[in-house]
């Protein structure tokens, strides 16, 4: 897709890109949700059936390929469990505010690409 490909030189990103669009990959994974999910508070996240805040929310799964070529899916985390990932979190979870995410419209909405900071 044109999008991506256009999103990834932005990045600046040279590896292998892949996408699941057109397909039901993310919601085999259990990471997007349809609106009557999201009305009726309803989706399958995290091992369970919760309120979900959007169509798409994070999760993280890994897979391995054998000698054969066949891919096993080993693991997969959600919401807390992604926080080993994001190191900031390590350390703005030890100051006064913490996260202060609690007025903003999801979490992580203070997170911003790197092209997008101002240069002041």
């Known amino acids: 897709r044109p999008q991506l490909a256009a999103y990834q030189e932005r990045m600046g990103w040279t590896f292998k890109w ?5 397909n039901d990959f993310n919601r085999d994974y259990h990471v997007s949700f349809t609106e009557d999910e999201i009305e009726n508070e309803n989706g399958y996240l995290n091992y369970r059936k919760q309120k979900v805040a959007r169509e798409e929310m994070a999760g993280l799964s890994v897979f391995a390929k054998d000698d054969n070529g066949d891919v096993y899916h080993s693991y997969s985390t959600y919401l807390r469990g992604l926080d080993m990932i ?24 203070w997170l911003k690409r790197h092209d997008e900071y101002d240069a002041n």
Do not use: C, F
């Open 18 to 22: 892949l996408s699941s669009y057109d």
């Open 86 to 109: 994001n190191g900031a979190y390590h350390l703005l979870d030890r100051v006064p505010k913490g996260r202060d995410e609690d007025s903003l419209p999801w979490n992580q909405a």
